[in-house]
């Protein structure tokens, strides 16, 4: 039986992480975390029974501690409890499924603990990704990623280790605003920003998807877990979300990985990599299917991909600036502090007031981060 520790058991990943569990039974939660959901944690707790969970602030840890009085649990908070969650021994695997840079000490503490990480957690490779893979490295760790895009690269190039990636062709649905232009952009809503025509997500990564900011730190994650050039990856807009994303190879093969859009799949396949398993839901038809398009992004409306791919190409703390800033400007939308166009504003306006590090260690990492928030609380 395999025993798995989670990192955000109460979002969108990690319920459905749970779901994997329960569809299986072959697999144990030993530890969970959560931000502060302590009503779906403690259900959580009563149902897997895992020995560990972890909740951010102390005074929901002890309002948690009351209610689960009757259970043999351990329950503690803040990073502290993160940390000791993603290196619980009894856990061969961790799910990174917390939002944000908050992600990333916890996922070097279970490196160094030898844990095998399950990453939905794109922001830890985003903005320290020179320092988790080389990690992974030393400490013979797999990193297996959980995003449907990475996931279907991955899975496209199994049997092809050995063989020289020409080009990875990431597909976007193009998410709730795709066809539109900035003129059109001026007046959305939370609301209409929150419709995403295919995927059920949280709330930030699907405002990110509608900005194509999450397609851009997407494309730096995907950098960094299969070691190609950022030119080497195309993003291509498929808005039936079929093909999750593509391997070409040098002789010119283009393997790619198809489905309908379930993200228990990329989660299964992490969890129980290298093997597959039943999973129940829909399946894809091919003879349903009336078409299937591409497209090239339109990088002038929707500015948050360039950004992303700029803050790429540079690397360093760029990176988190850009993160940082995006991350700060969603929660404002979400908020209703700033329209919807100033999202990229403020992540253009953090990028170029970033004092540049070409090679930051972690404490610099959050440094920046932290600069970034005070830099966009003095304007906005």
Not at 14 to 41: F, K, M, P
Not at 141 to 165: C, M, R, T, Y
Not at 348 to 362: K, L, T
Request: proline share 3%; aromatic share 6%.
């Amino acid at each position: 039986m395999r025993k798995i520790a989670i990192l955000g058991s109460t979002g969108s990943i990690g319920t459905q992480t749970l779901d994997v569990v329960r569809e299986h039974g072959d697999i144990e939660v030993v530890a969970l975390s959560c931000g502060s959901n302590i009503r779906l944690v403690e259900e959580q707790v009563r149902e897997f029974k895992p020995k560990l969970v972890s909740v951010w602030d102390e005074k929901d840890a002890i309002s948690l501690r009351t209610a689960l009085s009757d259970v043999d649990v351990k329950v503690c908070s803040g990073m502290d409890g993160l940390i000791e969650v993603s290196v619980f021994e009894e856990a061969e695997i961790l799910v990174t499924a917390i939002v944000g840079m908050l992600g990333i000490r916890p996922t070097i503490e279970a490196i160094k603990a030898h844990k095998d990480i399950a990453l939905a957690n794109k922001e830890t490779l985003v903005t320290a990704g020179h320092i988790i893979m080389p990690l992974a490295k030393e400490y013979g760790v797999k990193i297996l990623p959980v995003d449907s895009e990475h996931s279907a690269i991955f899975q496209s190039l199994q049997g092809n280790e050995n063989n020289k990636i020409s080009k990875i062709l990431l597909t976007a649905s193009g998410g709730p605003f795709r066809g539109k232009k900035l003129d059109e952009l001026k007046n959305i809503q939370v609301e209409d920003a929150l419709k995403h025509p295919n995927w059920t997500m949280g709330r930030k990564i699907t405002i990110d998807s509608s900005t194509l900011v999450n397609k851009g730190l997407e494309v730096i994650e995907a950098k960094w877990l299969f070691d190609v050039d950022l030119d080497q990856i195309c993003v291509v807009v498929h808005p039936q979300s079929v093909i999750h994303s593509a391997v070409e190879y040098e002789d010119g093969a283009v393997i790619a990985q198809l489905g309908t859009p379930d993200m228990r799949l990329p989660i299964q396949y992490a969890l129980y990599y290298p093997d597959r398993k039943t999973l129940s839901g829909e399946r894809l038809n091919l003879f349903e299917l009336s078409s299937m398009t591409f497209e090239k992004p339109d990088t002038q409306t929707f500015a948050g991909l360039k950004l992303a791919m700029e803050a790429g190409r540079k690397g360093g703390n760029l990176t988190t600036a850009f993160n940082a800033a995006n991350e700060k400007a969603v929660a404002m939308f979400l908020d209703r502090k700033i329209a919807y166009l100033q999202i990229t504003e403020i992540i253009e306006a953090a990028m170029g007031n970033c004092s540049f590090i070409e090679n930051p260690d972690v404490e610099e990492i959050l440094k920046t981060e932290q600069e970034v928030y005070e830099f966009i609380n003095s304007r906005w």
